[in-house]
């Protein structure tokens, strides 16, 4: 996105804390980038995020630090090192969130509110604080403690049945599509958020999960069932309502 010229970005001013790691927090975080936070990602000792590993392909003379993956999702932002196993790790983050105004995060359900870096505790000094919580099946309920995983979501979901040719095995999507979705839609929250938070000052928690993303993504599909009752089923190419809708053999 460019700015008009002589106009700040969207999002000038505004300081992402990015706790998160591998893809829906940090492309939910490199959209507030694009738009123009600052945005301070958290990594760990040694490797940091898990995708700088994921290669091959490298960013040239960077392999084994900055794989192909890592550098989708983690532009227009700037990285320390923290460990939040220790106390001075936390410590490092209780002073970055003092100056934030947004942090997203994708650790267990609970694992920040015991090293005391939740958002109840956090924003007790700053209230104004936006705080996107970013699971596989929520922050509370039954599953909330089970981790959530793209390949996982688009089976639990229904993605993997409607995908592939229909005389074929279900098929997962040919990219992690589930959390893309979810990185978006933490996005979308998260500007919710700011904006009520110039109207009230006051700031809130966000809980995005995997499922709900995964769930909504489906959108035509999921609505016909509900409608007919029908378990949907796989078209490969074709579309179950537009003729002709689909690939062919052409010269």
Same mark, same amino acid.
């Given at each position: 996105?460019?700015?008009?010229?002589?106009?700040?970005?969207? $999002? +000038?001013?505004?300081?992402?804390?990015?706790?998160?790691?591998?893809?829906? /927090?940090? !492309?939910?975080?490199?959209? #507030? &980038?694009?738009?123009?936070?600052?945005?301070?990602?958290?990594?760990?000792?040694?490797?940091?995020?898990?995708?700088?590993?994921?290669?091959?392909?490298?960013?040239?003379?960077?392999?084994?630090?900055?794989?192909?993956?890592?550098?989708?999702?983690?532009?227009?932002?700037?990285?320390?090192?923290?460990?939040?196993?220790?106390?001075?790790?936390?410590?490092?983050?209780?002073? $970055? +969130?003092?100056?934030?105004?947004?942090?997203?995060?994708?650790?267990?359900? /609970?694992? !920040?509110?015991?090293?005391? #870096? &939740?958002?109840?505790?956090?924003?007790?000094?700053?209230?104004?604080?936006?705080?996107?919580?970013?699971?596989?099946?929520?922050?509370?309920?039954?599953?909330?403690?089970?981790?959530?995983?793209?390949?996982?979501?688009?089976?639990?979901?229904?993605?993997?049945?409607?995908?592939?040719?229909?005389?074929?095995?279900?098929?997962?999507?040919?990219?992690?599509?589930?959390?893309? $979705?979810?990185?978006?839609?933490?996005?979308?929250?998260?500007?919710?958020?700011?904006?009520?938070?110039?109207?009230?000052?006051? &700031?809130?928690?966000?809980?995005?999960?995997?499922?709900?993303?995964?769930?909504?993504?489906?959108?035509?599909?999921?609505?016909?069932?509900?409608?007919?009752?029908?378990?949907?089923?796989?078209?490969?190419?074709?579309?179950?309502?537009?003729?002709?809708?689909?690939?062919?053999?052409?010269?």
């Amino acid at each position: 996105m460019s700015p008009l010229s002589g106009s700040p970005s969207a $999002l +000038a001013g505004v300081r992402v804390l990015d706790l998160s790691r591998v893809l829906a /927090g940090p !492309l939910c975080t490199m959209i #507030l &980038g694009d738009l123009g936070a600052e945005v301070i990602k958290v990594e760990r000792p040694g490797s940091g995020d898990d995708t700088r590993q994921w290669g091959p392909p490298w960013s040239a003379g960077s392999e084994g630090v900055e794989s192909a993956y890592y550098l989708c999702a983690n532009r227009n932002k700037r990285s320390v090192i923290a460990d939040l196993k220790s106390e001075e790790g936390r410590a490092l983050v209780r002073s $970055l +969130a003092r100056g934030a105004g947004v942090i997203v995060e994708n650790f267990a359900p /609970g694992t !920040l509110e015991e090293w005391e #870096l &939740g958002y109840e505790q956090l924003a007790v000094e700053n209230p104004g604080l936006v705080f996107c919580s970013i699971t596989g099946y929520g922050s509370t309920g039954p599953e909330a403690g089970r981790p959530g995983y793209d390949f996982a979501l688009q089976a639990r979901a229904g993605w993997m049945a409607i995908t592939g040719e229909a005389a074929g095995a279900p098929m997962k999507v040919g990219v992690a599509v589930v959390d893309v $979705l979810t990185g978006q839609n933490a996005a979308i929250a998260i500007l919710a958020a700011l904006h009520e938070r110039g109207r009230s000052g006051r &700031g809130q928690r966000i809980d995005i999960s995997l499922i709900d993303s995964a769930a909504a993504g489906l959108i035509n599909v999921a609505q016909a069932a509900l409608v007919t009752g029908r378990e949907p089923i796989r078209y490969g190419n074709a579309h179950p309502t537009i003729v002709p809708y689909q690939a062919f053999a052409a010269a």
